[in-house]
């Protein structure tokens, strides 16, 4: 049985950097960032990229599934919107394969500062610290975890547990 472990969180909550510990703990695994599949220049958000990010995603996490090299395909992603998560997972061949949900999140001065650390997030158009970035995540169907006072590797290796389970 293969998993594909989909990430999901505000940015700054540690998405990227979990999954890269992830990448050191579960056997046969690829990553598939979806910053990757939108890494534009300007950074535009309207219907027709959200449409290529949807399309990008499905096509590579397809082609990982289906590749017998890979047991574990974990997917860092970024979208307030479950119901695209759950369009992305129907439009996967999922034969064989668990999906595990997680959200990350932390408190909003741990955001902020790791958020300003970071090079790449400050060139987005749109504002990552908009309120609504902090309850979005809350009714999503996915396990929960709090980084806040918890390293990269510690949050990885809960959720290499989880999955283990």
């Given at each position: ?23 050191e703990i ?52 970024c979208t ?86």
């Amino acid at each position: 049985m293969k998993n594909l472990i989909i990430i999901n969180g505000a940015a700054g909550v540690g998405k990227t950097t979990v999954s890269m510990h992830l990448r050191e703990i579960l056997p046969k695994n690829v990553m598939l960032d979806g910053d990757w599949c939108w890494f534009s220049n300007p950074y535009i958000v309207n219907d027709e990229t959200k449409k290529m990010w949807e399309r990008n995603l499905s096509f590579l996490l397809n082609s990982f599934i289906a590749c017998s090299e890979f047991d574990n395909i974990i997917a860092p992603i970024c979208t307030r919107r479950e119901s695209m998560i759950q369009e992305l997972v129907n439009s996967l061949d999922m034969t064989n394969t668990v999906a595990h949900q997680f959200v990350l999140h932390c408190s909003k001065p741990i955001r902020k500062k790791r958020v300003d650390g970071d090079q790449s997030m400050r060139k987005r158009g749109a504002n990552i610290y908009d309120s609504e970035w902090e309850t979005v995540f809350d009714n999503m169907p996915a396990q929960k975890i709090d980084t806040t006072n918890l390293t990269a590797k510690q949050v990885a290796e809960i959720i290499a547990s989880k999955i283990d389970s």
